[in-house]
């Protein structure tokens, strides 16, 4: 079936022989100047070297994790007072070895150990009965202790292998 045709008068009246306002092209919000690619440029310059700084901080304290996960296991182990002592000080000796020079720190021991020690971070760490363990109580075999200067030893342990400052040529 054919529709009839429609009559010459159609619609509406009112806006008979305006024309349609067409809508402008759409607008480019690329950047399209020399001025913003080069902003771009130094952007993305910037950014890579950041990423790339911080990759190579993150890489550099490695050691530290580390020693941080072994000093964990240590304090974990519930083994008895001396075993985690010594583990303590090889665990401190060898982090002072990855950071700094050997001819520095290796034949350090007793009180110059412990002077070392505290001279490498912004705040002395190694102080009182618990830090008389590592100079002492190592050597002589003997503890003598309930577990809560060695719990406490393991604390600053912790702490100086966070807070150690890094040496000058890293």
Known sequence: MELPPLADIFGN???RGIAEILPPDRVNW???TVGWKLLLLILLGWL???????????RGNRYRRAALAQLEYIVSQRRDAQHQLDAIASLLKSTALQAYPRIEVAALSGPQWLSWLNA???QPLFSGPASQLLTQSIYSGETGDDGGDLKQLGDMAATWIR???APAHA
């Open 13 to 15: 009246y009112a806006i």
């Open 30 to 32: 690329l950047p399209t």
């Open 48 to 58: 890579g070297r950041t990423l790339w700084r911080r990759w190579q901080h993150w």
């Open 120 to 122: 490498h971070t912004s």
């Open 163 to 165: 807070r150690h400052e």
